[in-house]
């Protein structure tokens, strides 16, 4: 085989393969998670008063649907996620979901992954403090009625918002409860530490491309 003949078929080859890359890597991988799994996003309410537990997380939770999270600009919300996380790691959470749209809410003493019956309907922080104060170790402190308030509060706010910009605003003011760490759901889309394997399929065709053949060994 000439070395142009070699050439050509390096070439073949490296588009072959970073086709398949590509595939797998930009978009059937990260569509299988977003199936799987789903995306989310979540900001984490401390207590400043209350004592019997050691805080709150206002979880938003996406649609399992198969696309990659990073061709959208945007991915919608479809619950909230409640979860009152005790002193004990090894107690149990307990979990509101709400649904943002029609605010119904469901509420579990217990761990639950996903709602089953958002039926309830979430119009005042009542249901909120009722949860509250149905955890196995809750003290029913007089302090949960304003966490109650404010978790109630930073819930309207974030029904109407997505996952990529899952946030309060900046004059949200807190009372009972401080903010503490917050995630956003990431966009996984290409960059240059998963496509190196890119540059390894194009390197052997450098030499061709600069017009140099390799030389011949006697």
């Known amino acids: 085989m ?52 050691n805080c709150i997380y206002v979880e938003g939770h996406s649609a399992r649907t198969f696309s990659p999270i990073w061709l959208t600009h945007k991915i919608p919300l479809k619950f909230l996620r409640i979860r009152y996380t005790p002193n004990n790691n090894q107690d149990d ?3 509101m979901f ?26 005042s922080p009542s249901p909120i403090l ?15 009625t304003n966490d109650a308030e404010e ?9 109407s918002r997505d996952l990529m910009h899952f946030s309060l605003p900046t004059d949200f003011k807190t009372n009972s409860l401080s903010i503490g760490y917050s995630s956003l ?14 540059v390894l399929f194009w390197l052997p065709l450098i030499p061709g491309m600069m017009g140099k053949p390799p030389k011949k060994s006697h």
């Open 130 to 144: 009722n949860w509250i104060r149905s955890q196995p170790h809750s003290l029913g402190l007089p302090s949960h």
């Open 151 to 159: 978790i109630y509060e930073a819930i309207r706010l974030l029904a």
């Open 2 to 53: 000439d070395w142009a003949s070699e050439v050509e078929q390096r070439l073949k080859t490296a588009l072959i393969l970073s086709a398949i890359w590509i595939a797998l890597v930009w978009y059937l991988f990260p569509a299988l998670e977003s199936r799987y799994f789903g995306h989310s996003s979540w900001i984490r309410f401390d207590p400043k008063k209350s004592n019997d537990y």
């Open 93 to 95: 959470y307990g979990i």
């Open 185 to 198: 759901a990431k966009d996984d889309g290409p960059t240059i530490s998963n496509n190196l394997p890119l």
């Open 98 to 123: 709400v649904d943002p749209q029609a605010f119904t809410f469901e509420a579990h003493d217990r761990f639950a992954s996903e709602p089953s019956h958002l039926a309830a309907r979430l119009d």
